[in-house]
Structures are given as structure tokens and as C-alpha cells.
């Protein structure tokens, strides 16, 4: 009996090392951690927080540093999205989306019969919203930075000047997009050069946009010589923004969207981001379901979260937009007695119909190339940041004499309710075009606590699979015990209602699941090379150091100290 008590605990203690030895890690650092889309952006964030500096400091260094060295979706004629928890437990949330400019009109992509102007949303100045990253780097230091704006942003200078080196993944999508530059600009542009691996491109005209923000301060964008020359050429190119529309931008705080699902404490962003709503509707949908029993990636457990995800979805197209402008129904929409409701028609036996289901009883748009960054500092505060030109380079429009793409986020409106933008989201009233107005966005920057402490912080590009992507990270650790790491790197799938389709990246998936579910009814999209999401992940692990995940779908990468 001895023996067989002695077998059978040495057994448990072999297979809890073995699951221990199975979790896959991601880089480990013990003070702080900066996870980006590309390595010399994680490293200048790094190098403020070694200098003294705070998360603050690091995300306008990180995010600066992503426009230098990231131009296909890092900017500074963007905008974006921040959420924040300080050391002591307070959080906050920053709106630095772009807006339509003063001169917009809710029927401006439409010709005279009524019908959506093809390229006229999405190439070229007409394209082009009021940007907000400048406003959002600066409201965000100057609240709570610690070192001086001409610190932070010499080494940003420094590596515009000296350069950057083209990745073979940088390589292939500067060709992709070199028909649209050549669309979008009257003259050559820096990204028409044919720029193979291994080459290095220095971004001198951005360098000396960068020094004088550095020298003037953000109105040097919004109302200095940098201001004027951004109108000027705006107009010169066909677009409506002037000097007023950038002198009246202001960067916004906002209440994050926060919301329980098991222990964990979701901090995630609010309207006019859509990203916090539907993910909240998403978890509480779920959350009734013991998906860690059904398995990771198993029929049961896609079915749960395909169907939760389906009726999100179909929310957000009707009731989300900008709440400066809009009523919205927030409190209604993430709790669970209403999504309780909403998933009382699911069954396992089959999919609920996308043409059988409309928004609850009680609009939005976006792209897949966006850019997130993850931060933790010494000091025990952290900072989750997502933020885009939209499309990749943005409208594709160039300022040879500024050295930045601009925006194409007037396409994230609805151009006319009920038609599809060029990501296929249908968009309702809700998020109609009006000057002032901020576009809805799908960006989903998000923290998490665990047992009231810091846990992970999180976010990705993907336009509308952002908020899956950020949903199946989080439910990786939380329900199957991967890593950080390991969690961002696993295969994905994502619905968004309209079109009824699930969209799987190809080959990974078990093909019995597949078929399982074909037989169920569920049409599956495995198109060839379809990346869902970039997933950049910080995860505090129980003895207080910080595991980095970094997505091996791109160059992204972790930096730590």
C-alpha cells in the first residue's frame, strides 16, 4: 500500500514537472520591458527606462522610435490609443485617434447617385484625418514623465540619421505597397527606391521634422512652421485639413473599459474605440464555459468563442462610435445579464445564422496594419499602446519635405451605412462622418490584473481581428497555462459577424477539427499567408519578473533589463 501511495505521488510530482518543463518562455528581465514591432524601437524604450525614465517616457520614445523604424504602420501621422496602470493600482486611458477635419460632411465619399467613391476614403489626401500621435505622446509625458521631451527623443534622432536596416519581411511589403505610392504622390518618394535586405535607409527630412518638435514642443506640429507646411501640402495634394483643424487637435482622456471574467481584472479601451466593449461582450459570452475542459483550439471551444464573437459583432456595427457624439449604451452592453441573453439561442448542434442575427435590443471600420507596443518600468507602472496609419503606410501619401506617410483613417467611418469598407466592416449611423468627429477603431489595448496585481499587458495590430487576437492571448494563459510567448505565437481564428465566415490561418489547424466543424455548418477561410494579428504581450510571472511575447509573425521583438 506504501509502495503504491509512493508510485502514485512520485507520479504527480513527474508530470507537474513535465507540464512546468512544457510552458514555453519568452524573454525574462527583472526591472522593466518594452515588446514592439521592431527591435530598435524596444531598445530605445529600454534605454530611457535605464536612463531614469518612467513608462511615459518610454512610450513616446518606443512609439517615435516606431515611426523611424517602422513606417508601414508606426507614425507620427497617426494616431492611436493608450491604457495605463500605475504602480499604486490607478488606470487611466488616452484617445489620441485622429478626427475628421472641419471641412468633412457625412456624404464627402459619395458621388451624385448616392454611391461610395472607390480610393477616394483610402488613397491620397482626401483620405487623410487630423493625426493625434504627437498630441498623445506629449499629454502622456507631460502628465506623467519624468525626464525632459530633448532626452527622449535624441536617441529617435539619432537612429533617423543613422539609419535603419531593411528585414526581408520589410523588404517584401515595401514592394506590395509601391504601386499605391506611386498613386498616391506627385513626386518620387524614399519608399520607391527598390530596397533590398540588408540596406539601409536613413530617414533624414523625418530626423529634422523631429528636431524641431524636440526643440518647440508639440505645437511645433500643431501650430509652428511644421503645422503650416503639413496644410500646405495637405491642400497642395487635394485635402481639406488647414492649419485650424491641427490647431484645434487635442489628445483626450478617456475611463478605460473595465470588466471581470474568473479572477482576472480586464482594463481595455473605450469608445471610439470599439476595442474594450466588444471584447467585455466576448469574455462574458464565454466566460460560462469551461473551455480549459474542452481543450485549446478544440470544435467545442471555437464553436463558444466563434458564437460569442458573433454576436459582439454585430453589436458593435450598430451601436459604437464616437461618444462625444453619439449615445452609446456601454453600461447595457458589457454586462453580463445582457450578453447572457444575447447567447441564449447558441447551441453546439449549430452555427446561429450571421443573416438571423441583428444587434441587440436595448458601426465600425478599420484595417489590419496597425502597431502595438507593451511596457512595464522599474517603478511598477505599465503602459499598453496600439496606434496606426490604418492602412499599410496609411493613405500612402508622402511629404518628401516632412519625412512621414500620413493617415487614411477617413475610411474607418461609415462612407454610407450599411455598405462594407475596404475590411469588409459594415457600418451603421452611429459612426457617421462629421467634422470634429473621431473615426470608431477596433484597437484593443489592454491590461490585466490578477488577484488586484499586475499581470499582463497586451495588445496587437489587425484591424477588426484585433480584439480576437487580443481575446485568444489572454485565454491562452488564463485557460490553458501557456506562456507569454507561447500564448502570442499559437494559431488564430477570428469572426466578426458579417461575413459569416470563419477566418482560420492556413495550416494550423488539426484538420479533424476542420472538418468537424465544415460538418457542422461553419464555412471556413484559410486563405493562403492570412496573418491575424501581431500580438505584443508582457506577462508578470509569479515571482515578479516579466516574460516578454513577441509575435513571430513579423519582426517584432522584446527587449529587457
Known amino acids: 500500500m506504501r509502495k503504491s501511495i509512493f508510485l502514485f505521488i512520485l507520479s504527480l510530482t513527474l ?29 530605445i524604450g529600454v534605454e530611457i527606462l535605464k536612463k531614469g525614465g518612467n513608462a511615459f517616457d518610454a512610450m513616446m520614445a518606443t512609439e517615435l522610435a516606431l515611426a523611424v523604424a517602422y513606417p508601414y504602420a ?42 461610395v467613391i472607390s480610393g477616394k476614403s483610402t488613397v491620397g489626401a482626401t483620405a487623410v484625418g487630423v493625426p493625434g500621435t504627437v498630441a498623445g505622446v506629449f499629454e502622456a509625458q507631460k502628465k506623467f514623465g519624468k525626464l525632459s521631451v530633448q532626452e527622449i527623443l535624441q536617441p529617435v534622432i539619432e537612429l533617423a540619421k543613422r539609419g535603419v536596416i531593411v528585414t526581408k519581411k520589410q523588404e517584401k511589403r515595401i514592394q506590395k505597397y509601391q504601386k499605391g505610392f506611386l498613386k498616391a504622390n506627385k ?28 526643440k518647440n514642443g508639440r505645437d511645433e506640429f500643431y501650430k509652428g512652421e511644421t503645422a503650416k507646411k503639413i496644410a500646405q501640402f495637405i491642400q497642395e495634394n487635394g485635402g481639406i485639413i488647414t492649419e485650424e483643424d491641427l490647431a484645434k487637435y487635442e489628445a483626450k482622456w478617456r475611463s478605460p473599459i473595465t470588466f471581470q471574467y474568473d479572477s482576472l481584472n480586464i482594463i481595455s ?202 481575446l485568444q492571448t489572454i485565454l491562452n494563459v488564463h485557460e490553458f497555462g501557456m506562456g507569454m510567448q507561447e500564448a502570442v505565437a499559437q494559431p488564430r481564428f477570428h469572426h466578426q459577424w458579417l461575413p459569416d465566415v470563419v477566418m482560420i490561418e492556413p495550416n494550423q489547424f488539426d484538420e479533424n477539427v476542420k472538418n468537424e466543424l465544415k460538418k457542422l455548418g461553419y464555412k471556413l477561410d484559410e486563405r493562403d499567408s492570412r496573418v491575424i494579428g501581431k500580438v ?25 533589463f
Not at 504581450?537 to 515571482?543: A, D, E, F, H, Q
Open 74 to 115: 508606426g507614425n507620427i501621422g497617426g494616431g492611436g490609443f493608450m491604457v495605463y496602470r500605475m504602480k499604486n493600482g490607478d488606470i487611466g486611458a488616452l484617445d489620441y485617434r485622429e478626427k475628421a477635419p472641419l471641412a468633412a460632411t457625412r456624404d464627402m465619399y459619395l458621388d451624385d447617385d448616392g454611391n
Open 15 to 43: 508530470f507537474s514537472c513535465k507540464q512546468e518543463k512544457e510552458i514555453e518562455r519568452g524573454l525574462i528581465s527583472e526591472k522593466g520591458m518594452v515588446v514592439s514591432a521592431r527591435a530598435e524601437a524596444s531598445k
Open 187 to 214: 513626386d518620387s518618394i524614399p519608399m520607391m527606391h527598390h530596397w533590398k535586405e540588408n540596406d539601409t535607409i536613413k530617414y533624414t527630412a523625418l530626423a529634422n521634422t523631429l528636431e524641431q518638435i524636440a
Open 269 to 470: 479601451m473605450s469608445p471610439p474605440s470599439s476595442g474594450g466593449v466588444c471584447l467585455a461582450q466576448i469574455m462574458n459570452g464565454i466566460e460560462p464555459y469551461d473551455l480549459h475542459e474542452y481543450g485549446h483550439n478544440s470544435v467545442k471551444t471555437m464553436q463558444v468563442i466563434i458564437e460569442a464573437e458573433r454576436r459582439a459583432y454585430a453589436d458593435r456595427s450598430f451601436f459604437l462610435g464616437d461618444p462625444d457624439f453619439v449615445s452609446i449604451p456601454l453600461d447595457t452592453l458589457i454586462s453580463k445579464a445582457y450578453t447572457k441573453q444575447r447567447m441564449s439561442s447558441f447551441s453546439f448542434e449549430k452555427p446561429t445564422a450571421s443573416k438571423d442575427l441583428n444587434h441587440g435590443n436595448i458601426e465600425i471600420i478599420e484595417s489590419d496594419e496597425t502597431t502595438h507596443y507593451s511596457i512595464v518600468d522599474q517603478y511598477g507602472n505599465a503602459v499598453s499602446v496600439t496606434t496606426t496609419l490604418n492602412s499599410g503606410y496609411g493613405s500612402k501619401l508622402y511629404s518628401n519635405e516632412l519625412g512621414f506617410f500620413f493617415n487614411n483613417e477617413m475610411d474607418d467611418f461609415s462612407s454610407k451605412p450599411g455598405v462594407p469598407n475596404v475590411y469588409g466592416l459594415v457600418g451603421a449611423k452611429a459612426n457617421e462622418i462629421a467634422p470634429q468627429k473621431r473615426m470608431l477603431s477596433s484597437m484593443t489595448p489592454t491590461i490585466v490584473e490578477k488577484d488586484g496585481k499586475l499581470w499582463m499587458v497586451v495588445g496587437t495590430p489587425g484591424g477588426s481581428t484585433i480584439i480576437t487576437s487580443v
Open 536 to 560: 505584443e504581450g508582457i506577462l508578470v510571472l509569479k515571482n515578479g519578473k516579466f516574460e516578454g511575447g513577441a509575435d513571430p509573425r513579423g519582426d517584432d521583438t522584446a527587449v529587457g
